[in-house]
């Protein structure tokens, strides 16, 4: 009976103790991702498509929806999208590609700069993603930025690059395409050299090479970029300090632990 009793006290304080120590080192990595929404084709005829409305629940685009709105644009898009002989095709950046955007951001650019810049997110007509195979033959398209605002296309078998000269980068889901919206999620900010070509400001030349040759497949580029001693080194230190962390935690636990049972018996 008193054994029983002392181990019904115990074995849940053992428990503790161990999932304490053992939780603290194999805490779960966030894995944060992300998530892609197709959103279905509405089924009667060419409906209107709000546009606004659209980016703001479709997915997290709404830092590029700021930027059409503070720019005006949303109405030059809007337009063109209810144009239904030709329609449009926008290929919108996550809000995480407009935070990683460092080196040339588009704080610096003047208004009509920016325009040119967001414009060049559109194409002034409706492309399926079957479309691009074809298109990408043709050479660079224009954008609604206009003349030499131009993207280039490749079908690379099924997946629809993108080259803007300053940032390559691919489709990664259809957010809408019913003729004649159609909506593309990219993961990159589209940088058109008409603008950051001529107008990078303090230093033209390492900028663009560091940003152009690793080409869409960044996170290779991002780990050679990492090979330096300072992101290896805090893994040792690190890893050493949580184990001497719940080394102590332990010890705490036991320690205690061990007073409370001098106590019952
Ligand atoms: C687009 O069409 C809708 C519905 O017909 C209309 O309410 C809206 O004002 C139009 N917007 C533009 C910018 O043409
Ligand atoms: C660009 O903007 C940053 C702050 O946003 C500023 O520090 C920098 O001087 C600007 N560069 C030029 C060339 O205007
Ligand atoms: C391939 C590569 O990026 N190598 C770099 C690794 O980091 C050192 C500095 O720690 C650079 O000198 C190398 O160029
Ligand atoms: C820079 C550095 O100290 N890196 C260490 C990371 O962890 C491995 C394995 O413990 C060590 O071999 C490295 O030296």
């Known amino acids: 009976m008193e054994f029983s009793r002392n181990f019904m006290i115990t074995f849940p304080v053992l428990l503790l103790c161990f999932s304490l120590a053992y939780g ?39 830092t590029f929806l700021n930027y059409l709105e503070s720019t005006e644009l949303i109405d030059t898009f809007q337009n063109q999208a209810n144009d239904s002989d030709q329609g449009i095709t926008i290929f919108v950046p996550k809000d995480d590609a407009f935070k990683a955007l460092k080196k040339p951001s588009l704080s610096n650019l003047s208004d009509d700069q920016l325009k040119s810049v967001i414009l060049f997110h559109a194409l002034p007509k409706y492309y399926a993603l079957a479309d691009f195979n074809a298109l990408s033959s043709k050479g660079p398209a224009s954008t609604l930025a206009g003349g030499q605002f131009t993207l280039g296309f490749t079908d690379d ?36 050299e008409a603008v950051f070509g001529t107008d990078i400001p303090p230093t033209p030349a390492p900028a663009p090479a560091t940003d152009i040759s690793p080409s869409a497949d960044s996170p290779s580029a991002a780990e050679s970029k990492e090979n330096g001693s300072s992101a290896k080194s805090d893994n040792s230190s690190s890893s050493a300090n949580r184990i001497m962390n719940s080394d102590i935690r332990i010890w705490l636990v036991l320690a205690v632990l061990g007073g409370w049972m001098a106590m019952l018996f």
């Open 24 to 62: 603290q080192v194999s805490s779960p990595k966030a894995a944060t991702s992300a998530t892609l929404t197709l959103t279905p084709a509405p089924a009667p005829g060419p409906a209107y498509v709000n546009l606004a409305y659209l980016l703001s629940v479709a997915g997290p685009y709404q």
């Open 157 to 192: 078998s099924g997946t629809v690059r993108l080259d803007s000269g300053w940032s390559k980068t691919k489709v990664t889901s259809a957010v809408h395409s019913t003729d004649p919206v159609a909506i593309y999620q990219v993961d990159k900010v589209l940088l058109p």
